[in-house]
Antibody, heavy 123, light 115 residues
Framework: QVQLVQSGAEVKKPGSSVKVSCKAS????????ISWVRQAPGQGLEWMGR????????NYAQKFQGRVTITADKSTSTAYMELSSLRSEDTAVYYC????????????????WGQGTLVTVSS | QAVLTQPSSLSASPGASASLTCTLR?????????IYWYQQKPGSPPQYLLR?????????GSGVPSRFSGSKDASANAGILLISGLQSEDEADYYC?????????FGGGTKLTVL
């Protein structure tokens, strides 16, 4: 059974960047897309983008275009999400999630999810 | 107008049923979408519950009890998560999700209180 383990909490200054990792264990990594979803304190879920590791192709939500980069390292079964030009509104828990179904076209469920990484942006 | 609209809160009694709605924006036909549902408890990541498009295109998440089920109300242009035989452990936030033009959209979530 695949598990996703994310890197630890981060505290960043406004204007800086953060890179969060998501390591898969116990299952096939490259054959499934990975999505990133964030959740601001007390707020709902917000999809940021996804990557298909076996193809190295990523696409991003319009809101984050130009500010987010999602990558994957097949050799270590790890996906990464880097967010730049951080502002206070980016304070949130960031989750990675594996898409089920193995259909790269999308329209898949998200399971499992990583445990989440709290990113705090504060001066 | 948001793509997916969920009521912010809902209360129901133990043993009763709860119907959580996810209304699609006008112009987006619920009939063409798979609606995904997630449950989230405080301090934990969301957990996948089920997917529903039609009675011939639906899926229950692994280990999810059958008292969680999906349906649609075409007249309301909405997806529905029905939870029957409510238990105290069902108290959580529930989110619907669709894939819209190759992008993922979440509803704002419904906080279900069981009291």
């Amino acid at each position: 059974q695949v598990q996703l383990v994310q890197s630890g909490a981060e505290v960043k200054k406004p204007g800086s960047s953060v890179k969060v990792s998501c390591k898969a264990s116990g299952g096939t990594f490259s054959s499934y897309a990975i999505s990133w979803v964030r959740q601001a304190p007390g707020q709902g879920l917000e999809w940021m983008g996804r990557i298909i590791p076996i193809l190295g192709i990523a696409n991003y939500a319009q809101k984050f275009q130009g500010r987010v980069t999602i990558t994957a390292d097949k050799s270590t079964s790890t996906a990464y999400m880097e967010l730049s030009s951080l502002r206070s509104e980016d304070t949130a828990v960031y989750y990675c999630a594996r898409e089920g179904g193995g259909d790269f076209r999308g329209d898949n469920w998200f399971d499992p999810w990583g445990q989440g990484t709290l990113v705090t942006v504060s001066s | 107008q948001a793509v997916l609209t969920q009521p912010s809160s809902l209360s129901a009694s133990p043993g009763a049923s709860a119907s959580l709605t996810c209304t699609l924006r006008s112009g987006i036909n619920v009939g063409t979408y798979r609606i995904y549902w997630y449950q989230q408890k405080p301090g934990s990541p969301p957990q996948y519950l089920l997917r529903y498009k039609s009675d011939s295109d639906k899926q229950q998440g692994s280990g999810v009890p059958s008292r969680f089920s999906g349906s649609k109300d075409a007249s309301a242009n909405a997806g529905i998560l029905l939870i029957s035989g409510l238990q105290s452990e069902d108290e959580a936030d529930y989110y619907c999700m669709i894939w819209h033009s190759s992008f993922v959209v979440f509803g704002g979530g419904t906080k279900l209180t069981v009291l």
